[in-house]
């Protein structure tokens, strides 16, 4: 397909609400739990309210159960300031991503709303965020994810808390036991829905539309999207996806072999004879430092999933919205080898450790070369396809294959300049773009800010109509138009130093991994005769 390339056109696209004067909605708000002050934005044409409560405190007795709903309070609640963020490792200090989150504390299930709107009447599209951080780290309330710049287009925006680590993901047969859906595990994902449905029932006091809810996220937010649109408990919640590098079509572990684990795991603590008692009176940073990355996985539990999320696709039951999927050229920069470095023959090595009968095809895929830095290279490629690309691929083929509703895929190059040229296009490295904010340490450009003008309006245009062309503004037609995905052309709206529509992008990488990845997926149950 021929390459489709226009000049980026500042404030072409998503112009809504950035010349208002208007003061935005006033207080106080009114939702289930009782009266809500919040606090003007940067800008009175928005209204912020932060750390407001969508479940109970999930401590004590409540440490391991799905999510309760929040008491209720007197008077009038000043939600003014970041709720507390989950209990999480702290992120190192010197980190790309910026400095640990707000106060930690199991008390976190809050979430943060920006809104434009004057009045309840508004009925503006809503837009929820989930947080990535491999479900270990994280917090709605981070810097990054403010919602200022975005609800400025038009949109409500809501950002969300949920449980991380052992808390949110603690499968045991006594919890199993304990649930009236006989499920365990999978409470990061219970508090996800909750949230949602708090939003469906309160959302109108800020003057959005509970009709119109876009879910969107990044790596593990992402992955949540694709699960949220898998669960059934999730239907009818959203309306529209967005997905950004991040998918669990792969091989899902069942609760038998998560409660294993969780075994293993409350051994590894001490808790052997009432084990429940004994886990729920552990201090929060004994079980941190009792967690390993084993045990944290999402699982087919029977409720939240009753199927992997690839065979709930394969047979079309997911929940059916317009979805926009995609990933960033240099995903794996922030991945290196365990050792920092990496040898031809060593990457060899490893492939066929790996890969087996198919490491030929993949070092066909992403050959060594005969340096260091060119094994290196392959290696950062192999993980941007094998654990980012090929999901977002998948998801945007399954949504045409057993949907009915539109799918646009995007590829993200934008390399940011100084200190970011070293990482490139890294993990993660859009939501400066999407937010509007630019937060990390990179010294951004305008041509940057042009960018996340455009990417920022794409993302609140498929809010608003469930297309991301879509734009109030005459001026639109200048804005290049993002073309529905088409397995057979493998598009994408290449999103970087240009704005441009490409086709069959890392197409032999990715390619690789679908064939290696269908090999890992049972045969078909075959019927006996009767």
Same mark, same amino acid.
């Given at each position: ?41 940067? !800008? ?167 009709? #119109? ?195 646009? #895929?995007?590829?993200?190059? #934008? ?40 990417? !920022? ?74």
């Amino acid at each position: 397909m021929r390459a489709i390339r226009r000049t980026l056109c500042l404030g072409t696209l998503g112009l809504a609400l950035g010349s208002q004067s208007v003061a935005a909605i006033s207080d106080p708000v009114r939702v289930e739990q009782g009266q809500l002050a919040g606090a003007d934005g940067r !800008s009175p044409d928005v209204r912020v309210y932060r750390g407001v409560p969508f479940a109970a405190p999930p401590v004590g007795a409540l440490r391991w159960k799905p999510p309760e709903p929040a008491p209720y309070w007197q008077g009038v609640r000043q939600a003014t300031q970041i709720g507390n963020a989950c209990p999480q490792p702290p992120f190192p200090a010197n980190g790309l991503y910026g400095t640990s989150p707000p106060p930690i504390s199991e008390d976190c299930l809050n979430l943060n709303i920006w809104t434009p709107a004057k009045s309840a009447d508004d009925r503006l599209p809503v837009m929820v965020w989930i947080h990535g951080g491999g479900f270990e780290h994280g917090s709605g309330g981070a810097i990054g994810y403010d919602g200022e710049n975005l609800a400025r287009k038009g949109v409500v925006v809501v950002t969300i808390n949920y449980r991380l680590g052992i808390l949110g993901f603690l499968a045991l047969p006594e919890l199993e036991a304990e649930s009236p859906d006989h499920a365990a595990g999978n409470y990061a994902l219970m508090d996800q829905i909750a949230a949602l449905r708090w939003v469906q029932r309160n959302i109108t006091a800020f003057g959005g539309d509970p009709v #119109r809810v876009t879910i969107f996220g990044e790596s593990a937010g992402s992955v949540s999207v694709n699960i949220l649109m898998a669960s059934p408990l999730a239907q009818g919640l959203f309306s529209r996806a967005i997905g950004e590098s991040g998918g669990s079509f792969g091989p899902m572990p069942s609760l038998a072999d998560a409660e294993k684990g969780g075994r293993q795991f409350a051994s590894k603590c001490g808790a052997t004879e009432d084990v429940l008692k004994s886990l729920r009176a552990k201090s929060v940073d004994d079980l941190l430092r009792a967690t390993t990355e084993d045990d944290v996985q999402i699982i087919v539990d029977g409720w939240v999933l009753p199927q992997s999320v690839y065979t709930i696709f394969a047979e079309g039951k997911q929940n059916d919205v317009p979805i926009i999927v995609g990933n960033n050229a240099s995903e794996g920069t922030i991945f290196p080898p365990p050792t920092g470095s990496l040898s031809a023959q060593e990457f060899a090595d490893q492939a066929h450790r790996r890969y087996g009968a198919f490491a030929k095809q993949f070092l066909e895929a992403y050959p060594a070369g005969s340096s260091d830095q060119e094994a290196i290279a392959a290696y950062f490629e192999s993980i941007r396809d094998g654990q980012f690309g090929w999901e977002m691929r998948f998801w945007a083929r399954m949504a045409t294959e057993t949907g009915h509703r539109r799918a646009y #895929r995007y590829y993200f190059s #934008r390399v940011p300049p100084g200190s970011g040229e070293r990482l490139g296009a890294f993990h993660g490295s859009e939501l400066a773009y999407v937010f509007e904010n630019f937060p990390y340490r990179i010294s951004y450009q305008g041509a940057d800010k042009q960018l996340g003008e455009f990417i !920022s309006g794409y993302w609140a245009n498929f809010a608003r109509t469930g297309d991301p062309n879509a734009t109030p503004d005459p001026k639109g037609a200048n804005v290049p138009t993002w073309p529905i995905y088409s397995p057979t052309k493998d598009n994408v709206l290449e999103l970087g130093d240009q704005v441009s529509v490409q086709s069959h992008v890392n197409a032999a990488g990715l390619d690789f991994v679908d064939v290696y990845n269908r090999s890992l997926r049972p045969p078909p149950a075959t019927k006996t005769a009767p």
